[in-house]
T-cell receptor, first 116, second 114 residues
Framework: EAQVTQNPRYLITVTGKKLTVTCSQN?????MSWYRQDPGLGLRQIYY???????DKGDVPEGYKVSRKEKRNFPLILESPSPNQTSLYFC???????????????FGPGTRLTVL | DAKTTQPTSMDCAEGRAANLPCNHS???????VYWYRQIHSQGPQYIIH???NNETNEMASLIITEDRKSSTLILPHATLRDTAVYYC???????????????FGSGTRLSIRP
């Protein structure tokens, strides 16, 4: 089954304790992205990756890191989490090919993170 | 990417057509209109997209005005399961050189009443 998976689905942690949220897709998609969603602010893009070893900042990258060492995985790293990073996080992927007009994003189920 | 404007909320009777408007007056010629929906904190789900022609699939229809400055998503026979937040976004969909940021906005909260 084609899907985007995220782990963990729920996480409660404390300020300053490094954490990683994993994202994996089995559709051989080139483009992957991380979003956070907060009440009243909608979905905001944190980082995205056009392909392996190619990443770039979205609208709210501060306090986050990503890596794309292989096509299927795109982990989100919080080196020193703070309470303002408490949010619902979504990973997404899409197939992007030069000249192809298809860019539908497939979203993971979400990770609810609470930083105390 | 062009900014979109959507009503904050709408409601529709079950079984009737739900028409969700979106304004994107600054859309560029190579930007597509995409619609997604999100059901209660689940991951957003793709619905439909189009460039300038009207589009229809098994979920919905997309009507884009001739000047492309606005569009309407139509759910032809709304059911209670269509209650969700609907997002209209515009973005370029081809070429690595184009911007790849995606701006979702706040969307329209659609409530279907029995």
């Amino acid at each position: 089954e084609a899907q985007v998976t995220q782990n963990p689905r729920y996480l409660i942690t404390v300020t300053g304790k490094k954490l990683t949220v994993t994202c994996s897709q089995n559709m051989n998609h080139e483009y992957m992205s991380w979003y956070r969603q907060d009440p009243g602010l909608g979905l905001r893009q944190i980082y995205y990756s056009m392909n392996v070893e190619v990443t770039d900042k979205g609208d709210v990258p501060e306090g986050y890191k990503v890596s794309r060492k292989e096509k299927r995985n795109f982990p989100l790293i919080l080196e020193s989490p703070s309470p303002n990073q408490t949010s619902l996080y979504f990973c997404a992927s899409s197939l992007r090919m030069q000249g192809q007009r298809t860019d539908t994003q497939y979203f993971g189920p979400g990770t609810r993170l609470t930083v105390l | 990417d062009a900014k979109t404007t959507q009503p904050t909320s709408m409601d529709c009777a079950e079984g009737r057509a739900a028409n969700l408007p979106c304004n994107h007056s600054t859309i560029s010629g190579n930007e597509y209109v995409y619609w997604y929906r999100q059901i209660h904190s689940q991951g957003p789900q793709y619905i439909i997209h189009g460039l300038k022609n009207n589009e229809t699939n098994e979920m919905a229809s997309l009507i884009i005005t001739e000047d492309r400055k606005s569009s309407t998503l139509i759910l032809p026979h709304a059911t209670l399961r269509d209650t969700a937040v609907y997002y209209c976004i515009v973005r370029v969909a081809e070429g690595y050189s184009s911007a790849s940021k995606i701006i979702f906005g706040s969307g329209t909260r659609l409530s279907i009443r029995p």
